[in-house]
């Protein structure tokens, strides 16, 4: 566990780290400014759907991830007393809230990774059987996301979750802790039983480690000082943290050895900041159609998601204006939000947020051309793209 943590923040991948020195908070700044000038040219576009072809492999990727996945994952939520079955099943988009059969659920992308790693790690000819030994993994995975999803909501007063109300606003607090909790040892027990090297090692050391992240990103509410490194540090702690072990221990489970599996670990990090970076865009700019969120429901909250830090960063009058607005009490009305979001594209929040996605996309290729993938890595490349090009 202690190898674990200190890996954490050291990771410097090309195109794609967080600066902890006084003067990479001025070069942070100066960066922020110039995608600012960018974004008023015009130069710099808001994230696009997939495009086609990277659409269609993405969910046929994730499609298989499913098909393999939820049957065990189903399997290891039915062993839950009653009511904890119940709400779990809801939750994860399998039970409407009067019991009836649903056909929802979540994209699977932590365990479609899991999967990916363990092909990718194997050679060309032992990928299905690979794949099969990554397979609690996976079911692992998500019900670690599971129970974050529950416990986050609860915390960050969510409401709603995959276009529905959360399963706190329906069952109580109460319920939703208890079940995240339930699902959590029930993940750990999961892959503690499965033939999968350290599994349940990494898998706690990660979960302390996504809730240091959920810590940093509450206390900063409170706090008027919240540096860009310190909110990179959090994302990477709070999501990048859970795909990294996916990756990691999808390899490990393919039998990788040590060093490779490190590299894939990396790789999960990379992406998974990557993937908050645009979910922080999505929080803001995305249509709550697509996203099953209100429009602007983190600036509402003034929250200081990483396209906020890093406008507030820029030094420019729209932070200044932003860092005001964000000083006041309460929650901010439909106009205000609609103010603060623009005052965030104007210092470079979103220009900044954009371009970061895209270095850490490449910074998590990177890292995945050390591993020298013996099953081709044309499914992780796929996936990679998935996560800066997404709209929900």
């Known amino acids: 566990m202690t190898t674990e943590r200190s890996e954490k923040l050291s990771i410097a991948m090309p195109g794609c780290s967080a600066p902890d020195r006084p003067d990479a908070e001025l070069a942070a700044a100066a960066a922020i400014t110039k995608a600012a000038a960018a974004d008023r040219a015009g130069a710099v576009q808001a994230p696009q759907a997939p495009n086609t072809r990277t659409a269609r492999g993405a969910d046929r990727i994730l499609g298989e991830a499913r098909r393999m996945v939820e049957p065990a994952h189903r399997a290891v939520v039915a062993q839950l007393d009653g009511p904890l079955r119940e709400v779990a099943e809801y939750h994860a988009g399998w039970r409407e809230i009067d019991g009836s059969p649903a056909h929802g659920g979540g994209k699977a992308i932590r365990s479609a990774l899991a999967l990916a790693c363990a092909r990718a790690a194997a050679d060309r000819t032992a990928a299905r059987s690979a794949a099969l030994a990554a397979l609690p993994v996976g079911v692992a995975v998500e019900l670690v996301h599971d129970f974050s999803m529950l416990h986050d909501d609860v915390m960050d007063g969510d409401v709603t979750r995959r276009h529905r109300p959360a399963a706190w606003t329906v069952f109580g607090v109460g319920a939703a802790v208890l079940v995240g909790d339930a699902l959590l040892l029930s993940a750990i027990r999961h892959l503690a039983a499965s033939p999968v090297q350290q599994g349940a090692g990494v898998l706690a050391a990660t979960v302390v480690e996504m809730c240091e992240g959920q810590w940093a990103d509450l206390a900063f509410a409170s706090r008027a000082d919240v540096s860009l490194p310190a909110c990179l540090a959090m994302a990477e702690a709070k999501t990048g943290a859970l795909m990294g072990a996916a990756c990691q221990l999808g390899a490990l ?139 929900h």
Do not use: N
Not at 303 to 326: D, H, I, Q, W
Not at 376 to 386: K, N
């Open 253 to 391: 489970a393919a039998g990788a050895g040590p060093g490779a599996a490190r590299s894939y670990r990396v790789f999960g990090r990379q992406l998974g900041l990557a993937f908050q970076l645009v979910d922080d865009l999505l929080g803001i700019w995305g249509d709550p159609q697509v996203t099953g969120k209100p429009v602007g429901a983190d600036l509402a909250v003034r929250k200081k998601s990483l396209p906020v830090v890093a406008a507030l960063a820029s030094g420019t009058e729209a932070a200044a204006r932003l860092a005001r607005l964000y000083a006041g009490p309460g929650d901010l009305d439909e106009a205000a939000v609609a103010q603060a979001a623009d005052l965030v594209e104007a210092a470079g929040g979103r220009a900044w947020a954009q371009a970061e996605a895209e270095r850490c996309r490449q910074g998590a290729l990177h890292a995945l051309a050390g591993t020298r993938p013996m099953g081709g890595a044309e499914e992780l490349v796929t996936l990679a793209a998935l996560v800066t090009e997404r709209s």
